[in-house]
Nanobody, 123 residues
């Protein structure tokens, strides 16, 4: 089992940047594929980005491609989401998630979740 704690959310103006972190504890972090998801008000949780256990492959939603970057540091048991050129429509609670199998964009396939961190982008 793994515990996940997100940090780094906040209020930022459109065009600004934020870096989210997700610290993991418990089972060896390097055995998990990691994903970032978000959920806006009255919206379904949606895929943002994912990374394989080694960090060798990354995946992005079309809406964030070219603006967001996912990375991980297995020595620090942490996965990051660098968010640049933020837009008001990026406003949501952002969650990191872990699963032991192959990467998927379906949030229902992830086994462990953090508590979420709020990102608010003002226009």
């Amino acid at each position: 089992q793994v515990q996940l704690v997100e940090s780094g959310g906040g209020l930022v103006q459109a065009g600004g940047s934020l870096r989210l972190s997700c610290a993991a504890s418990g089972r060896p972090f390097s055995s998990y594929c990691m994903g970032w998801f978000r959920q806006g008000p009255e919206k379904e949780r949606e895929f943002v980005a994912a990374i394989t256990w080694s960090g060798g492959k990354v995946y992005y939603a079309d809406s964030v491609k070219g603006r967001f970057t996912i990375s991980r540091d297995n020595a620090k048991n942490t996965v990051y989401l660098q968010m640049n050129s933020l837009k008001p429509e990026d406003t949501a609670v952002y969650y990191c998630a872990a699963r032991t199998s192959i990467v998927t964009m379906d949030y229902r396939e992830y086994d462990y979740w953090g508590q979420g961190t709020q990102v608010t982008v003002s226009s």
